[in-house]
C-alpha cells in the first residue's frame, strides 16, 4: 500500500492539451477489490465491483477513508464478469480505476470504462472518461476513432518510465477478416491527454 501520497486537487490533470503526471505512486492492483485512493486525500479507499447476474446490472463501490460511500451502477445485458486495475491516469495523484466487463459472447470480449472519482459537497461521485482515442500521426496504421470500435478483450494499466498508461487488448479484426481463419491480438496503449486517450502505441502482441 502506498500511504502517505501527496495529495493533489482534483482536476489538475484535466486541462486540454496538457497533462500533469504528478508521480503519485498509485499502485498498480487488480481485482474485483482494490484498496487504492481514489480520492485524492492520500488515505486509502475500497473500491469493489459486482456482477449481478440475475438483474443484469454491474455495480462499481467506493468508500472512502471517512466512510463515505459512492455507486457507479451498469444495466445492461450480456456481461457475465467484471474486474478492476487501479493506475494514475491523469497524473493528478489520485487512483483512476479501468472496469474490464467481460461478455459470455464470441471470443470473450467485453466493454472497458476508465473511471474516476470526484468529490462533491459532502460526498463524491463517479464519473467515466470518454471513450474517444486521439490518433497519432507517427503511428502508420489504422488507428480506431472510439472503444466501440476495437473487439475489447482486456483493459489494464502499464507503467512506462514511472507514467501510467491504459492498455486495451483487442482482436485485430481486420486481420479475421482477411484470413477468415485465427484471429490475431492488437495492444493499444494510450495516454490521458484532457479530451480523449492519445494512442501512443499499438501493435500485434501484448498479452
Ligand atoms: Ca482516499
Known amino acids: 500500500m502506498f500511504y502517505g501520497c501527496t495529495a493533489v486537487s482534483a482536476g489538475i490533470g484535466f486541462q486540454a492539451g496538457r497533462t500533469v503526471y504528478a508521480q503519485s505512486g498509485i499502485a498498480i492492483e487488480t481485482g474485483t477489490v482494490l484498496q487504492v485512493d481514489v480520492t485524492g486525500d492520500g488515505r486509502s479507499d475500497r473500491i469493489r465491483v459486482f456482477d449481478n447476474n440475475d438483474a ?73 472518461y470518454p471513450k474517444v482515442f486521439l490518433p497519432n500521426p507517427a503511428i502508420d496504421r489504422e488507428q480506431p476513432k472510439t472503444f466501440d470500435d476495437i473487439q475489447c478483450r ?38 490521458w491527454q484532457g479530451d480523449g486517450w492519445l494512442i501512443e502505441d499499438m501493435g500485434e502482441g501484448g498479452w
Open 56 to 128: 443484469l446490472r454491474t455495480s462499481v463501490g467506493l468508500t472512502d477513508a471517512s466512510g463515505a460511500e459512492a455507486w457507479f451502477e451498469y444495466e445492461e445485458d450480456m456481461w457475465a464478469s467484471s474486474v478492476l486495475t487501479s493506475g494514475d491516469l491523469s497524473g493528478n495523484g489520485a487512483a483512476d480505476i479501468v472496469l474490464m466487463r467481460y461478455s459470455n459472447g464470441m471470443h470473450g470480449t467485453g466493454s472497458a470504462s476508465v473511471l474516476f472519482v470526484e468529490e462533491v459537497p459532502g460526498s463524491f461521485i463517479w464519473r467515466e
Open 154 to 191: 482486456g483493459a489494464t494499466v502499464i507503467e512506462k518510465e514511472g507514467r501510467h498508461y491504459l492498455r486495451l487488448l483487442a482482436i485485430d479484426m481486420e486481420y479475421f477478416v482477411e484470413t477468415g481463419d485465427d484471429y490475431q491480438e492488437l495492444y493499444i496503449d494510450c495516454s
